[in-house]
């Protein structure tokens, strides 16, 4: 089966996810990159950030190479913005029709995501399987002894489907 994993990243923590997924399967990956991208490290990310996830913008991304069919499994990563997936992860699910694929979900946020969260995302990808999800809180800032067993946990089931 042949699977992706595409993702967002601001400031790298989900970046490091993806990075770290990649030591226990083999996908493709897809980095989204806003043609404009969100300003870094400063409150103005949160300002102009956080305004374009509440409003739902979907900002125009760089060039990628997608095509559904070519997948089975698809894992989306994206950092938590204002209680729910970032602007180019909506993008994404808006410019691409995804249907009938085994989903895995997974979120880096300042907290653990929570179900309301998950299920508005889940709602969007309705015409899918969403498998599992799973959440990190910011793993570049917080060393948490036991990611790499964590993830490694999440890639075994997905390998095992
Ligand atoms: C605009 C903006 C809004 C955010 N809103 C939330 C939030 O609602 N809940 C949360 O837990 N973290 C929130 N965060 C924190 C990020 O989700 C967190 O730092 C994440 O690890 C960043 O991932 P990245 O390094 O891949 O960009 C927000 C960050 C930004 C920039």
């Known amino acids: 089966m042949k699977k992706l994993i595409v993702y967002y990243s601001l400031e790298g923590n989900t970046e490091l996810i993806a990075g770290k997924i990649l030591k226990y399967l083999e996908a493709d990956v897809i980095r989204l990159i806003p043609k404009k991208e969100y300003p870094k490290g400063n409150f103005k990310k949160y300002i102009w950030g956080g305004r374009s996830a509440t409003f739902g913008e979907k900002p125009k991304l760089e060039d990628y190479s997608f095509v559904a069919e070519d997948y089975d499994v698809i894992i989306i990563g994206t950092p938590i913005w204002a209680g729910t997936f970032a602007p180019p992860i909506k993008t994404f699910l808006a410019d691409n029709k995804i249907s009938g694929k085994d989903i895995y979900l997974y979120t880096c946020g300042a907290g653990d995501a929570t179900d309301k969260f998950f299920d508005k995302y889940k709602s969007v990808l309705k015409d899918n399987q969403i498998v599992d999800t ?28």
């Open 134 to 161: 799973i959440s990190f809180v910011e793993p570049l800032k917080n060393k948490i002894s036991n990611i790499d067993e964590k993830i490694k946990e999440f890639c075994e089931k997905i390998k095992h489907i």
